[in-house]
């Protein structure tokens, strides 16, 4: 591995470095020496996740050794400190650079702590993707931990199914004080095991050792974070006091690199934020009575609370004295909420920040006596939630939603901060108070009723924060060394540095390590009709703009190759033109040239949903594929549609938040008031822009994803050719923006552009680009418009490529020669999954057939079966006929089943018009063997002498990819690129 040295620092890189890759280096690397505070900005694709963790590494490694130096010298002049502490000294400094980096202890006779780092992204999967970088470069010996939550990485049998995430914690926390978690007993026998310390284990490395070495992958996690070097944890950890605390993650000395740093603020905000209601404080009530309850029923001796079964009582942590003040306590609270005015005929009323301070005083609860408040509860907590084993019996859920409450109002610390604490929440906060409503139920039977209905009296109270430099402030009492904050998507920096509310002393804003000829970029304003695109409140109903909209994605679906993104701007949008475009049929139209997927709102089926469309992406029967998403959706943060996957992202609309969300409206007053102190803030429109701007530099930088790839970038939104919001792009793509005024101009464009590009930029291997003539299996069917927001639609796969074949082809009676071919010769296949060619009675020789109407063009026959999307239950026919039903556009509807036997007897047909008599027999004995043995090496022989290069019938050897069993399909596409 090359090395380069970087500010005086010796780097070494996986690969020669790109210049932005040592620019970004080196703004890392002064952070680090200077102690300074930084906002790196690079897109995705220019290496900056690799970049951040080796020009990190290498300086903790040259410090490290430099501390050790400095404390070897220290010794040397007192030699008071031992012999045998020298002797550890010097064996700290001959291992700096190897595995034994943290030799020296963290002696305060020093003066100094060993420096350590902490990589935060937002998901476990991103963290996961570092890890994976990490183990490519030199710096993989170093120790490293990853923290996760108990959800991720508990193994125990019985508190791993509990859902919800706070009784976890209780039962985790009995088990364990009481020695009866088997996993957690094994962590001390096991933490030096070298599957664990000499390996990067993520998440899903540290969950497989801990089943396969019987110890708990948690507990694990903290005992590894003592000694690693690097720690990678989701940055809400970092954030969120209350997690902080709850994981004992103490950041002094700590380097936190926090990466996708885009969605820094609002996680701040989200995280010092949290909202309470009349109904949480009456469960409160109702749950300490229940307890006091328990208690005067026990019998007169003194015996402990089961916490654990048989044997393991424990002595109680609470008095009946402690449960009568908690419930004053509490009653105090609510005649404090049900005392709020609230002007009945508005939405909501607002207060100052440290309004929350004065309702909780009438309840006696201030700085200081908070804390113990929180002790009893978390110990009454513990108790609820593990007497009952049943999920409906009270479990201490809404004292723990309290304890969070208190938490959060006072994360400033003890009485002696209490005056500083309150003057920073009456200048980051606001109180909202609004009458409660009732939930809403997740039902969609028709008896839900119309409005939610209003909790008599009932209040809800939304303590928010509005400025992530409160908790970035916190973060920084922690005596951290540096923060960097970096992502390909920080754009425009002035306002971002801005709301963080920290000093910023060193800055980039990489440009992208592409070039023009990679990027093809602009605002489309009208649709092929000439109407105009705009999804303004005013328009986007307007069913001329849906159905202009649906027409561009239909066109660009005819120009753009492989995989095309489509973001909206909301869920509710998309909805609106996906059952639009069902109902006209423009849906069915478009999925006739690519099939589309849906994002899905629920976890569940989002992988499958996923990996279909990438499935697709790379069937080479297939033109690619649609994937309609939303701005800021899951699809849109943190997904690689490198290659084919992404070709094209269309941006359909400006997602901007929704104007009249009280938190919205409060945080754009928020914003007006600081600006009157500090002129250079953002403004709240301003605010409000930047919200749409950074989603959609978020959504196009899903493509175009390393040095050698390519992609479209179109904003189908008049609103984009405005000056301010060209300005809020990522200053990579500011320069390739074009005005694609025209329907026209931005067809001729965007075909021009995938021509040269695949002429002239190097293409991955994957991608196979099919020539043959033979037909592609249709686009797979949708299920009908009548689906459920959130629900994918599911595609049904063409079995093809994964399926062994059955050449299931019935007596053949040649009246040229008498000849025969009967089934027994092509017998039937053992799988269970397969392909069968069905029924084929060739008559008047070799090239024609009953089922061949025109024999000069069976595609065109092929072609004519499409599949429809219908709010209606699909009849398929077995075979075809005049009297096959059809839909509205007079297209015929077909089972994939039956597609499947179509395509087999087609590609039958063309290999009996293409050979002899006696090749064609040679070619069934071929299929003979090959399902029989599965004799790969001798089907490749067979075909090659059959449709040899040059004879024009490539084709059909290609062809033949289709009906692969599925362990041969790589083999065959690598033969396919070498010949």
Same mark, same amino acid.
């Given at each position: 591995?090359?090395?380069?040295?970087?500010?005086?620092?010796?780097? =070494?890189?996986?690969?020669?470095?790109?210049?932005?890759?040592?620019?970004?280096?080196?703004?890392?690397?002064?952070?680090?020496?200077?102690?300074?505070?930084?906002?790196?900005?690079?897109?995705?694709?220019?290496?900056?996740?690799?970049?951040?963790?080796?020009?990190?590494?290498?300086?903790?490694?040259?410090?490290?050794?430099?501390?050790?130096?400095?404390?070897?010298?220290?010794?040397?002049?007192?030699?008071?400190?031992?012999?045998?502490?020298?002797? %550890?000294?010097?064996? &700290?400094?001959?291992?700096?650079?190897?595995?034994?980096?943290?030799?020296?202890?963290?002696?305060?006779?020093?003066?100094?702590?060993?420096?350590?780092?902490?990589?935060?992204?937002?998901?476990?999967?991103?963290?996961?993707?570092?890890?994976?970088?990490?183990?490519?470069?030199?710096?993989?010996?170093?120790?490293?931990?990853?923290?996760?939550?108990?959800?991720?990485?508990?193994?125990?049998?019985?508190?791993?199914?509990?859902?919800?995430?706070?009784?976890?914690?209780?039962?985790?926390?009995?088990?364990?004080?009481?020695?009866?978690?088997?996993?957690?007993?094994?962590?001390?026998?096991?933490?030096?095991?070298?599957?664990?310390?000499?390996?990067?284990?993520?998440?899903?490395?540290?969950?497989?050792?801990?089943?396969?070495?019987?110890?708990?992958?948690?507990?694990?996690? *903290?005992?590894?974070?003592?000694?690693?070097?690097?720690?990678?944890?989701?940055?809400?950890?970092?954030?969120?006091?209350?997690?902080?605390?709850?994981?004992?993650?103490?950041?002094?000395?700590?380097?936190?690199?926090?990466?996708?740093? +885009?969605?820094?603020?609002?996680?701040?905000?989200?995280?010092?934020?949290?909202?309470?209601?009349?109904?949480?404080?009456?469960?409160?009530?109702?749950?300490?009575?229940?307890?006091?309850?328990?208690?005067?029923?026990?019998?007169?001796?003194?015996?402990?609370?089961?916490?654990?079964?048989?044997?393991?009582?424990?002595? *109680?942590?609470?008095?009946?004295?402690?449960?009568?003040?908690?419930?004053?306590?509490? /009653?105090?609270?609510?005649?404090?909420?049900?005392?709020?005015?609230? %002007?009945?005929?508005?939405?909501?009323? =607002?207060?100052?920040? &440290?309004?929350?301070?004065?309702?909780?005083?009438?309840?006696?609860?201030?700085?200081?006596?908070?804390?113990?408040?929180?002790?009893?509860?978390?110990?009454?907590?513990?108790?609820?939630?593990?007497?009952?084993?049943?999920?409906?019996?009270?479990?201490?859920?809404?004292?723990?939603?309290?304890?969070?409450?208190?938490?959060?109002?006072?994360?400033?610390?003890?009485?002696? %901060?209490?005056?500083?604490?309150?003057?920073?929440?009456?200048?980051?906060?606001?109180?909202?108070?609004?009458?409660?409503?009732?939930?809403?139920?997740?039902?969609?039977?028709?008896?839900?009723?119309?409005?939610?209905?209003?909790?008599?009296?009932?209040?809800?109270?939304?303590?928010?924060?509005?400025?992530?430099?409160?908790?970035?402030?916190?973060?920084?009492?922690?005596?951290?060394?540096?923060?960097?904050?970096?992502?390909?998507?920080?754009?425009?920096?002035?306002?971002?540095?801005?709301?963080?509310?920290?000093?910023?002393?060193?800055?980039?804003?990489?440009?992208?390590?592409?070039?023009?000829?990679?990027?093809?970029?602009?605002?489309?304003?009208?649709?092929?009709?000439? +109407?105009?695109?705009?999804?303004?409140?005013?328009?986007?109903?307007?069913?001329?703009?849906?159905?202009?909209?649906?027409?561009?994605?239909?066109?660009?679906?005819?120009?753009?190759?492989?995989?095309?993104?489509?973001?909206?701007?909301?869920?509710?949008?998309?909805? *609106?033109?996906?059952?639009?475009?069902?109902?006209? &049929?423009?849906?069915?139209?478009? =999925?006739?040239?690519?099939?589309?997927?849906?994002?899905?709102?629920?976890?569940?089926?989002?992988?499958?949903?996923?990996?279909?469309?990438?499935?697709?992406?790379?069937?080479?029967? +297939?033109?690619?594929?649609?994937?309609?998403?939303?701005?800021?959706?899951?699809?849109?943060?943190?997904?690689?549609?490198?290659?084919?996957?992404?070709?094209?992202?269309?941006?359909?609309?400006?997602?901007?938040?929704?104007?009249?969300?009280?938190?919205?409206?409060?945080?754009?007053?928020?914003?007006?008031?600081?600006?009157?102190?500090?002129?250079?803030?953002?403004?709240?429109?301003?605010?409000?822009?930047?919200?749409?701007?950074?989603?959609?530099?978020?959504?196009?930088?899903?493509?175009?994803?390393?040095?050698?790839?390519?992609?479209?970038?179109?904003?189908?939104?008049?609103?984009?050719?405005?000056?301010?919001?060209?300005?809020?792009?990522?200053?990579?793509? $500011?320069?390739?923006?074009?005005?694609?005024?025209?329907?026209?101009?931005?067809?001729?464009?965007?075909? %021009?552009?995938?021509?040269?590009?695949?002429?002239?930029?190097?293409?991955?291997?994957?991608?196979?680009?099919?020539?043959?003539?033979?037909?592609?299996?249709?686009?797979?069917?949708?299920?009908?418009?009548?689906?459920?927001?959130?629900?994918?639609?599911?595609?049904?796969?063409?079995?093809?490529?994964?399926?062994?074949?059955? /050449?299931?082809?019935?007596? $053949?009676?040649?009246?040229?020669?008498?000849?025969?071919?009967?089934?027994?010769?092509?017998?039937?296949?053992?799988?269970?999954?397969?392909?069968?060619?069905?029924?084929?009675?060739?008559?008047?020789?070799?090239?024609?057939?009953?089922?061949?109407?025109?024999?000069?063009?069976?595609?065109?026959?092929?072609?004519?079966?499409?599949?429809?999307?219908?709010?209606?239950?699909?009849?398929?026919?077995?075979?075809?006929? =005049?009297?096959?039903?059809?839909?509205?556009?007079?297209?015929?509807?077909?089972?994939?089943?039956?597609?499947?036997?179509?395509?087999?007897?087609?590609?039958?047909?063309?290999?009996?018009?293409?050979?002899?008599?006696?090749?064609?027999?040679?070619?069934?004995?071929?299929?003979?063997?090959?399902?029989?043995? &599965?004799?790969?090496?001798?089907?490749?022989?067979?075909?090659?002498?059959?449709?040899?290069?040059?004879?024009?019938?490539?084709?059909?050897?290609?062809?033949?990819?289709?009906?692969?069993?599925?362990?041969?399909?790589?083999?065959?596409?690598? +033969?396919?690129?070498?010949?």
């Amino acid at each position: 591995m090359p090395d380069v040295t970087i500010n005086g620092i010796q780097v =070494t890189f996986p690969f020669q470095p790109y210049k932005v890759q040592e620019d970004y280096m080196a703004k890392v690397i002064e952070c680090l020496q200077n102690k300074k505070h930084g906002v790196l900005e690079s897109p995705t694709g220019t290496g900056k996740t690799l970049s951040l963790l080796c020009s990190s590494l290498s300086w903790l490694l040259v410090k490290k050794a430099q501390l050790q130096a400095q404390a070897i010298m220290g010794a040397v002049e007192k030699p008071d400190f031992g012999g045998k502490f020298f002797e %550890n000294l010097t064996s &700290g400094l001959n291992n700096a650079a190897g595995t034994s980096t943290d030799i020296l202890p963290q002696n305060p006779n020093f003066g100094w702590a060993m420096p350590k780092i902490v990589y935060a992204s937002r998901t476990h999967s991103q963290l996961s993707q570092a890890m994976q970088e990490l183990k490519r470069t030199s710096y993989k010996h170093v120790k490293v931990a990853v923290i996760g939550s108990r959800d991720q990485l508990c193994i125990h049998p019985e508190v791993s199914k509990e859902q919800n995430s706070a009784n976890k914690i209780h039962m985790c926390q009995a088990k364990v004080r009481a020695r009866t978690c088997f996993y957690f007993n094994n962590v001390e026998i096991r933490k030096d095991d070298p599957a664990f310390k000499n390996e990067i284990c993520d998440i899903e490395d540290l969950v497989k050792n801990g089943q396969k070495f019987k110890c708990c992958p948690y507990f694990l996690a *903290k005992e590894l974070k003592q000694s690693a070097d690097i720690t990678f944890m989701p940055y809400n950890y970092l954030l969120d006091p209350k997690t902080r605390k709850s994981q004992g993650i103490d950041l002094q000395n700590y380097v936190i690199l926090l990466d996708e740093a +885009h969605n820094v603020e609002k996680t701040c905000e989200e995280a010092a934020s949290l909202q309470i209601s009349s109904t949480d404080i009456a469960l409160c009530i109702d749950e300490i009575t229940k307890v006091m309850k328990d208690m005067a029923e026990e019998k007169s001796e003194d015996i402990g609370f089961n916490l654990e079964g048989p044997g393991t009582n424990l002595q *109680k942590d609470f008095t009946p004295e402690d449960l009568c003040v908690l419930k004053i306590m509490f /009653l105090a609270v609510e005649k404090a909420i049900d005392e709020i005015p609230l %002007n009945m005929g508005t939405e909501g009323d =607002t207060y100052p920040g &440290g309004y929350v301070f004065e309702l909780l005083e009438k309840a006696d609860l201030t700085h200081g006596k908070e804390q113990i408040v929180i002790e009893k509860l978390d110990k009454i907590i513990l108790y609820l939630s593990t007497i009952s084993a049943s999920p409906f019996a009270r479990r201490g859920n809404s004292l723990q939603k309290f304890c969070d409450f208190l938490r959060t109002v006072f994360s400033g610390g003890g009485s002696s %901060n209490s005056f500083k604490h309150r003057e920073r929440v009456k200048q980051a906060y606001k109180v909202y108070v609004q009458p409660e409503e009732t939930k809403k139920s997740n039902r969609n039977d028709g008896w839900e009723p119309k409005k939610p209905v209003q909790k008599a009296g009932g209040k809800l109270i939304s303590y928010w924060c509005f400025s992530p430099g409160f908790g970035m402030q916190q973060l920084l009492e922690q005596g951290i060394h540096s923060i960097i904050l970096t992502s390909g998507t920080l754009s425009p920096l002035k306002p971002f540095i801005s709301e963080l509310g920290i000093p910023i002393d060193v800055q980039l804003e990489n440009p992208h390590i592409v070039t023009g000829k990679q990027v093809c970029a602009g605002v489309l304003s009208q649709g092929p009709d000439s +109407h105009p695109l705009n999804s303004s409140y005013n328009t986007r109903n307007d069913p001329k703009y849906i159905s202009a909209l649906g027409r561009t994605l239909y066109n660009f679906s005819c120009l753009i190759p492989h995989g095309l993104l489509v973001f909206f701007p909301s869920y509710p949008m998309m909805k *609106k033109c996906r059952d639009d475009w069902q109902s006209s &049929g423009l849906w069915s139209t478009i =999925t006739e040239k690519k099939p589309i997927f849906v994002e899905p709102q629920t976890k569940d089926s989002f992988n499958t949903v996923m990996n279909d469309f990438y499935q697709k992406i790379q069937d080479p029967t +297939h033109n690619g594929a649609i994937f309609l998403a939303v701005c800021r959706g899951k699809v849109s943060e943190g997904l690689d549609f490198a290659n084919a996957n992404g070709r094209a992202v269309l941006i359909t609309g400006l997602p901007f938040p929704p104007l009249k969300d009280p938190r919205v409206v409060l945080k754009q007053k928020y914003l007006e008031e600081m600006r009157v102190k500090n002129k250079e803030g953002l403004s709240g429109q301003q605010w409000y822009q930047l919200e749409a701007s950074r989603a959609v530099n978020q959504a196009i930088g899903r493509i175009i994803r390393h040095k050698d790839d390519y992609g479209a970038i179109v904003l189908c939104d008049t609103r984009f050719n405005n000056a301010s919001f060209k300005g809020q792009l990522s200053s990579w793509l $500011r320069p390739h923006i074009k005005d694609f005024s025209n329907f026209g101009i931005v067809t001729r464009e965007l075909r %021009n552009f995938f021509k040269n590009a695949e002429a002239t930029l190097p293409q991955p291997k994957t991608t196979r680009h099919r020539e043959s003539s033979i037909p592609a299996v249709p686009a797979s069917f949708e299920y009908n418009s009548r689906i459920r927001e959130g629900s994918s639609l599911k595609v049904e796969e063409p079995a093809a490529a994964e399926e062994s074949i059955n /050449l299931d082809i019935y007596k $053949r009676e040649n009246t040229e020669n008498g000849g025969s071919l009967k089934r027994k010769d092509f017998p039937e296949s053992q799988d269970r999954n397969v392909i069968n060619f069905g029924t084929l009675k060739a008559v008047g020789g070799w090239s024609q057939s009953e089922l061949v109407k025109n024999p000069a063009s069976s595609e065109q026959v092929f072609k004519k079966r499409k599949l429809k999307i219908q709010p209606i239950e699909f009849k398929f026919d077995a075979q075809p006929s =005049t009297s096959q039903e059809q839909n509205s556009n007079g297209l015929e509807k077909t089972s994939p089943g039956h597609e499947k036997k179509q395509l087999g007897k087609t590609y039958l047909k063309e290999v009996k018009r293409s050979l002899s008599e006696g090749n064609y027999k040679v070619f069934a004995q071929m299929i003979q063997v090959y399902t029989k043995s &599965g004799d790969f090496e001798g089907l490749l022989k067979t075909l090659g002498e059959l449709f040899p290069v040059g004879s024009g019938l490539e084709r059909l050897f290609e062809g033949f990819r289709s009906f692969l069993k599925k362990q041969h399909i790589s083999a065959f596409d690598s +033969h396919i690129m070498k010949k």
